[in-house]
């Protein structure tokens, strides 16, 4: 079992950067890869991006390739998403999963955070 706990969200202006946090509780988060999706209002859970169990291997959707970052502290037992250059289209509750292996797909996952809201105006 594997408790996730998301914060960091908040309202900024296009072109800031914001830094999510998600904490597990439990110690086999090292056993876990993790993923990050957000849901905008209105529309499907999409897939943002995700981490191996090791953080060696990491996934982005081509929306933020580029100006998103994910990382992982397993002695902490926290992931993280550096959110660099937003936009208003990155407005969207943003929800950190984790299950045993790499996936884009959400219904995949085991676990799930309850989300922190994240919005960018322009």
């Known amino acids: 079992q594997v408790q996730l706990v998301e914060s960091g969200g908040g309202l900024v202006q296009a072109g800031d950067s914001l830094r999510l946090s998600c904490a597990a509780s439990?110690?086999?988060?090292?056993?876990?890869?993790m993923g990050w999706f957000r849901q905008a209002p209105g529309k499907e859970r999409e897939f943002v991006s995700s981490?191996?169990?090791?953080?060696?291997?990491?996934n982005y959707a081509d929306s933020v390739k580029g100006r998103f970052t994910v990382s992982r502290d397993n002695a902490k037992n926290t992931v993280y998403l550096q959110m660099n250059s937003l936009k208003p289209e990155d407005t969207a509750v943003y929800y950190c999963?984790?299950?045993?292996?790499?996936?884009?797909?959400?219904?995949?996952?085991?676990?799930w955070g309850q989300g922190t809201q994240v919005t960018v105006s322009s």
């Open positions: 999963a984790a299950r045993f292996a790499q996936s884009i797909m959400a219904s995949s996952y085991n676990y």
């Open positions: 981490i191996s169990s090791g953080g060696g291997n990491t």
């Open positions: 439990g110690r086999t988060f090292s056993l876990y890869a």
